[in-house]
């Protein structure tokens, strides 16, 4: 089955600007989370929905928000961009057992976005 | 693209060798860890994982040791090959999706 994907795969904004990503999961899977990836950083937990609800969040400004659609698809939005928001954005989402574990987190191969 | 940053933790072993990349995770409270491997403009891909009532899991060339008494989890490759080349990042989460990666180790492997 197809994996997590993720669009657009790169972009370039100017800073003040908002940008949209999207992530489609994997057929099945409910949960998506979004992960900010920085050579500073390293990889961040941005915000996590499950049902279109967002269940958990990570210490980001309100900049960053997201949604989730009810056919699981995700869209996370970024506004008045700033140069330290350049990073590649990974979506990942998992299947969520009736017993509430989840399994596995499969990646996308993410966004990339420049912001200039 | 690049996956990680400048200043990572490199390994390098020589093909053929077994590899041994460490980690020490931050809450006691996790109950399950994950060690990923991510490729130069790919996104993590999960190699194994482990339960906190666990210390030791094998899979197909590599093996995960979990010592929770001092926070310690590792990653071993028994013959390592140049596709292994990659970041691997060990990653701990507590009964949510939310992951606490690592900072990530560079594994390189010569011939």
């Known amino acids: 089955k197809a994996g997590v994907t993720q669009t657009p795969r790169y972009l370039i904004k100017t800073r003040g600007q908002q940008v949209t990503l999207s992530c489609s999961p994997i057929?099945?899977?409910?949960?998506v989370s979004w992960y900010q990836q920085t050579p500073g950083q390293g990889l961040q937990f941005l915000f996590e929905?499950?049902?279109?609800?967002?269940?958990n969040k990570g210490n980001f400004p309100g900049r960053f928000s997201g949604r989730q659609f009810s056919n699981s698809r995700s869209e996370m939005n970024v506004s008045t961009l700033e140069l330290g928001d350049s990073a590649l954005y990974l979506c990942?989402?998992?299947?969520?057992?009736?017993?509430?574990?989840?399994?596995?987190?499969?990646f996308g191969e993410g966004s990339r976005l420049t912001v200039l | 693209g690049e996956s990680v940053g400048l200043h990572l933790p490199t390994l390098s072993v020589q093909e053929g060798d077994n590899s041994i990349i460490n980690c020490a995770y931050s809450?006691?409270?996790?109950?399950?860890f994950i060690w990923y491997k991510q490729e130069s403009g790919k996104g993590p891909q999960f190699i194994i994982d482990?339960?906190?009532?666990?210390d030791k899991r094998q899979g197909q060339r590599v093996t995960v040791l979990l010592n929770k008494t001092v926070k310690h989890l590792s990653l071993q490759i028994a013959a390592t090959q140049p596709g292994d080349s990659a970041v691997y990042f060990c990653?701990?989460?507590?009964?949510?999706?939310?992951?606490?990666f690592g900072t990530g180790t560079r594994l390189q492997v010569f011939p």
């Open positions: 990653a701990e989460k507590e009964n949510t999706d939310k992951l606490i």
């Open positions: 482990i339960r906190s009532n666990m």
């Open positions: 990942a989402t998992t299947g969520r057992w009736p017993d509430g574990n989840t399994g596995e987190l499969f």
């Open positions: 929905y499950f049902s279109e609800t967002q269940r």
């Open positions: 057929s099945g899977h409910r949960s």
């Open positions: 809450n006691s409270a996790s109950d399950y």
